[in-house]
C-alpha cells in the first residue's frame, strides 16, 4: 500500500501550498520522503489531501483521504445488505471490521481459506480490521498483564498477540491495526496511562516481529497505535519507541472509550496533546482516528492533519432513530437554513428533572445524547410531515419516503425504519466527506466549518 500526500497548509491568512509524491514504488512505502514545494511560512493548523493506493488484493483502488472507512458489525454494514449498500454508494469504498465482532467465526473464515472479503461477499470492498468495536463503548478497567479484553456477544475473551496474529491471518484484510491498550480516558491516573502506553509498545513490536515472519501477512499494511490517555509525554514516549518498526501509519488511541464517549470529547482538553503528538509523527504516513466523533470535532482534527476516520456516527444516529440533518455541503454565500428546526439542548444543558423525563419533544427520557446534528425522527411532531428527511437529498429514502412514514416505521419498530434511516446517514455523510475534501482543496475549510458552528448555534436558540 501506498500513502501519496498532496498536502495543503492552511488557515484565515495563507493560501494552499501544495506537497507532492512522485515515482514510488511499493518497497518504497515506509522510506519514502516528501517533496514539499518552498513553503513562505507553515500554519499551525494543517489539513492533508491524499490518497491510497496500490493494495495487493485490489491494486487499481484509490481511495482519496481524509477518507471515511465504512463501519460494519459481523463483517456487514449494519442494516444494509450488499444491494442496498450498493445504492448508497458505488465508490471504491474501505469497510473498517472490528475483531471483536469477528473473533467467534475466526475458525470458520480460516476453514473457508479466501478470507473476510470473500467469506461476507464483499470481496470488491477493500478492509481494514481494528481491535475494538469504535461504535460500542468498551468496559474500562479489564486489563491483563499480556492480553486485552473482547467483548463479545458470547462474554469477555482474553486476546494475546501470538492469538491477534493468529486471527489476523484467517481474516486476511488488505490492512490492520496493531493490537493496543487504548483503556484511557481524560481521567485515567498517571500509572493508569503509563502501563496502556507499555502494553501498546510491547504489543506492537510482538505484532510486527510475528507479521514478518507470515507468509499471509508480511506484505500487508499494518497500522501502530500511540496511546497515552491526555499526556503529552507519554504520547511522546510511545511514538520514541514505536519509531523503530516498519508501520504502514497511525492509530491516534486512548482519548476515548468508543461510543457515545467519543461524542462527548472536548476540543479544549483535546487539542493541545494532539497538536503534540501529531507534529511528533512521520508527515508522509497516515494518522486514523477511531469513534463516532460528531462533525465539528471532525473538521477541528481534518484541519489538525487526520487522515482517516470512521461512520461510526451516522450508525449512533440511526440506532437511535434518528436521521442526520447538518449541513453537509459548501454552501453558496451565507444561505440560510430553509427550515425551522426543533430546538435542542447540549447533554450538559440537561438539569436533573429534564433527565428524569420531562423534556417534551427531542430530548426524550431515555436519551441523554446531544442531538443537534440530527432530527429524532420518533418525534410526533413528524407524524403528518409529508417532506423528505432533508430537502434536496438524493438518497433513496430522501428520493422515495417521507417523514411521516419514516416516524410510522420507527414508533412502530419495523424492521425498514433502522434500514432507510441507516441508507440516509450514510449517504449524507459521505456526502459531507466529498465536502472536506472539496473544501481543503478550495481552501475553504473554515467556511464549511463556520457554516456547521451557525447551524448548532440556530439550534441551540
Known amino acids: 500500500m501506498i500513502f501519496i500526500l498532496n498536502l495543503a497548509l492552511i488557515n484565515d491568512i495563507y493560501r494552499l501550498k501544495h506537497l507532492f509524491v512522485s515515482n514510488l ?24 489531501l491524499g490518497s491510497l493506493s496500490e493494495f495487493t488484493r485490489i491494486p487499481e483502488a484509490v481511495l482519496e483521504t ?35 465482532t469477528l473473533v ?12 473476510i472479503a470473500e467469506f461476507a461477499g464483499l470481496k470488491e470492498y477493500l478492509n481494514y480490521v481494528s481491535v475494538q468495536d469504535s461504535g460500542t463503548t468498551t468496559p474500562e478497567g479489564y486489563h491483563e498483564k499480556n ?10 475473551k482474553l486476546i494475546d498477540p501470538q492469538t491477534y496474529i493468529t486471527c489476523i491471518e484467517a481474516l486476511k484484510p488488505d490492512m490492520f491495526q496493531a493490537m493496543v491498550d487504548g483503556d484511557t480516558t481524560s481521567n485515567s491516573s498517571v500509572k493508569r496511562v503509563r502501563r496502556s502506553v507499555d502494553d501498546t509498545v510491547k504489543f506492537a513490536g510482538i505484532c510486527a516481529n510475528l507479521k514478518e515472519k507470515s507468509e499471509v501477512l508480511k506484505d500487508t499494511p499494518m497500522l501502530a497505535c500511540i496511546t497515552g490517555g491526555y499526556n503529552i509525554k507519554e504520547r511522546l514516549r510511545c511514538i520514541t519507541e514505536l ?13 476515548h472509550t468508543n461510543g457515545e ?7 479544549e482538553d483535546l487539542e493541545p496533546v494532539l497538536t503534540e503528538t501529531i507534529e511528533s509523527l512521520p508527515d508522509n504516513l497516515p494518522r486514523a482516528f477511531h469513534g463516532p466523533v460528531t462533525p465539528i470535532i471532525l473538521l477541528k482534527l481534518v484541519s489538525k492533519g487526520i487522515d482517516i476516520f470512521d461512520a461510526t456516527f451516522p450508525w449512533l444516529v440511526a440506532e437511535r432513530a434518528g436521521a442526520l440533518i447538518f449541513p453537509n455541503t459548501l454552501l453558496k454565500g ?23 423525563g420531562s423534556l417534551e419533544n427531542e430530548n426524550s427520557k431515555d436519551e441523554l445524547v446531544d442531538r443537534v446534528f440530527e432530527i429524532n425522527i420518533k418525534d410526533k411532531l413528524y407524524f403528518n410531515d409529508t417532506r423528505p428527511l432533508v430537502e434536496d437529498c438524493s438518497c433513496y429514502c430522501c428520493r422515495k419516503y417521507s417523514r411521516s412514514y419514516i416516524h410510522h416505521l420507527s414508533t412502530t419498530s419495523e424492521l425498514q425504519g433502522p434500514i432507510l434511516l441507516m441508507m440516509h446517514n450514510l449517504h449524507h455523510y459521505i456526502n459531507f466527506f466529498r465536502s472536506i ?3 481543503i482543496r478550495e481552501d475553504q475549510l473554515q467556511g464549511l466549518h463556520s457554516t456547521l458552528e451557525q447551524f448548532v448555534t440556530s439550534r441551540r436558540s
Open 437 to 439: 475534501r472539496l473544501a
Open 66 to 100: 481524509p477518507l471515511l472507512l465504512l463501519h460494519t458489525r459481523g463483517a456487514s454494514v449494519p442494516h444494509l445488505s450488499y444491494d442496498l449498500l450498493q445504492m448508497v454508494s458505488t465508490e471504491s469504498q474501505i469497510l473498517q471490521m472490528p475483531l471483536v
Open 261 to 267: 464517549s467519543a461524542t462527548n470529547l472536548i476540543w
Open 147 to 156: 492480553s486485552v479484553s473482547l467483548w463479545t456477544r458470547g462474554g469477555r
Open 334 to 356: 451565507n444561505a440560510p437554513i430553509t427550515e425551522t428546526l426543533p430546538s435542542v439542548k447540549s447533554q450538559a444543558l440537561i438539569t436533573p428533572k429534564e433527565k428524569d
Open 243 to 255: 519509531k523503530g518498526l516498519d508501520v504502514a501509519g497511525y492509530v491516534l488511541e486512548g482519548f
Open 104 to 115: 467467534d467465526h475466526t475458525k470458520n473464515v480460516k476453514a473457508f481459506g479466501k478470507g
Open 25 to 48: 514504488s511499493t518497497a518504497e512505502f515506509n522510506s519514502f520522503q516528501l517533496e514539499l514545494d518552498t513553503l513562505s511560512s507553515v500554519a499551525k493548523s494543517t489539513a492533508r
